[in-house]
């Protein structure tokens, strides 16, 4: 079953911490997505990765394939980093087009972690 | 810049109505799908579609149905709406997954549904 975990489901921090987001998942997966919502509903994509990691400003994501694991990580956090952060993994469906590992494009997705930063 | 327009931002209906919410994306994307979202239960997949006038259901498609005619639009129905259809609605797209990895979905702004 294609299931995916977030932690923590609220975290709140001060300006300049050090933030850490935890996701892990149950089975392979073809990529994992970190995304995040601010107020007002719009979604955005941070992050696809399927190994490694990925660094974009302050925001940097991690994988680990054999624990099934990743991590979004915030450095020097800001109350503007303020928002909903969700991770989801994207899983083969089957065999779609000729392609046994193919996901379809559908994501799981985790419950979502609400980051407060105060200033 | 990929752009998914939800047709309405607010929409207040009755109970019993037909409701329609319209999704269009202008990047030739062939997937796109639907999502409903409600507080401490994330975003759950209602229906999607990988291709014109193919259809998959997702986790809670009860009392939902899907069109999509042309590429570029997907639609949402609500057959006979209910006050426990009251929720966010939101619209997705990508592309077709490539050969390594996925795709990164883009979102529309959201469509906030009330059933009276």
């Known amino acids: 079953k294609n299931e995916v975990e977030q932690s923590p489901q609220n975290l709140t921090a001060q300006e300049g911490e050090f933030i850490t987001i935890n996701c892990s998942y149950s089975?392979?997966?073809?990529?994992l997505h970190w995304l995040q919502q601010h107020p007002g509903g719009g979604i955005v994509s941070l992050f696809m990765?399927?190994?490694g990691k990925k660094k974009h400003g302050r925001l940097i994501a991690t994988i680990n394939i054999q624990e099934k694991h990743s991590s979004l990580h915030i450095t020097a956090s800001h109350p503007r980093d303020s928002a909903v952060y969700i991770c989801?993994?994207?899983?083969?469906?089957?065999?779609?087009?000729?392609?046994?590992?193919?996901?379809?494009?559908?994501?799981?997705f985790g419950r979502g972690t609400q980051l407060t930063v105060w200033p | 810049d990929v752009k998914v327009t939800q047709s309405s931002r607010y929409l207040v209906k009755r109970t019993g109505e037909k409701v329609f919410l319209e999704c269009v994306q202008d990047m030739d994307h062939e997937n796109m799908f639907w999502y409903r979202q409600d507080p401490g239960l994330g975003l759950r997949l209602i229906y999607f579609s990988y291709d014109v006038k193919m259809k998959e259901k997702g986790d809670i498609p009860e009392g939902y149905s899907v069109s999509r005619e042309k590429k570029e639009r997907f639609s949402l129905i609500l057959e006979s709406a209910s006050t426990n259809q009251t929720s966010m609605y939101l619209c997705a797209s990508s592309l077709r997954q490539g050969a390594i990895g996925g795709q990164p979905q883009h979102f529309g702004d959201g469509t906030r549904l009330s059933i009276l």
């Open positions: 989801a993994g994207e899983f083969p469906q089957g065999d779609w087009f000729g392609d046994r590992g193919s996901t379809l494009g559908r994501l799981y």
């Open positions: 089975v392979g997966i073809s990529a």
């Open positions: 990765l399927s190994s």
